[in-house]
C-alpha cells in the first residue's frame, strides 16, 4: 500500500541520520543534508496527501462520524505543525549541522532570546522546541508571535503553514 511504503521509506531516511549523526548534529556532509530534506519532503507529502484523503471524504460524504473527524483531523493538524517545525528547523541558518559549526552569518529568524542577550546564557541558540513552539504558535495564531521570519523563504513558509492550518 502506498501508506506502508512512504512509511518505510520515512524509516529508511531516519535510520540514516540517525547512524550518522546519533547524539548532536554538527557534522556537515552535502548527502546527510540531502537525506534530511528528503525525509521532511516525503513527511510533508505524506501529511499533505492525508489532508487531501481526508477533505475528499468530507465532501464526498464518506466521513459522518463527528469524533472520526475530529480525531483524524487533530492528527493532521499536529502532524502539519511537526512537520513546519522540521522545515524550520532544517531550513534556518542551513540547518543544525550549520548552525552548530556557525557557518551562515546571518539567521533566518529572529527569536526573542537574540533581541535580549542579556537574559539568556551567553552561548544560546535555538534548538528543535523553538521551532516547535514556532511552528505551533503559527498554526494557531496564523502569524508571527514572538519569533520573526526575516528571509524570504522563512517568510514564504510561514505563510504556507498558516494557509494550511486555516
Do not use: C, H
Not at 88 to 109: S, V
Amino acid at each position: 500500500s502506498p501508506a506502508a511504503a512512504t512509511t518505510a521509506i520515512e524509516m529508511g531516511l531516519f535510520a540514516v541520520l540517525a547512524i550518522a549523526n546519533p547524539t548532536r548534529i554538527n557534522r556537515q556532509s552535502t548527502v546527510l543534508r540531502m537525506v534530511a530534506l528528503a525525509l521532511v519532503a516525503v513527511a510533508s507529502l505524506a501529511t499533505a496527501w492525508s489532508a487531501l484523503r481526508l477533505l475528499e471524504k468530507l465532501v464526498s460524504g464518506g466521513m459522518d462520524d463527528a469524533a472520526g473527524l475530529l480525531l483524524n483531523g487533530g492528527a493532521i493538524w499536529l502532524t502539519n505543525v511537526i512537520i513546519f517545525a522540521l522545515w524550520y528547523w532544517e531550513g534556518d541558518r542551513g540547518g543544525p549541522a550549520a548552525r552548530a559549526n556557525a557557518t551562515e552569518d546571518y539567521p533566518d529568524f529572529l527569536f526573542a532570546q537574540m533581541t535580549t542577550p542579556e537574559l539568556v546564557p551567553k552561548d544560546w541558540e535555538p534548538t528543535f522546541v523553538d521551532y516547535l513552539y514556532l511552528s505551533f504558535t503559527n498554526a494557531t495564531a496564523f502569524s508571527p508571535t514572538d519569533t520573526l521570519p526575516l528571509s524570504r523563504w522563512a517568510k514564504l513558509t510561514m505563510l504556507s503553514e498558516s494557509a494550511v492550518s486555516l
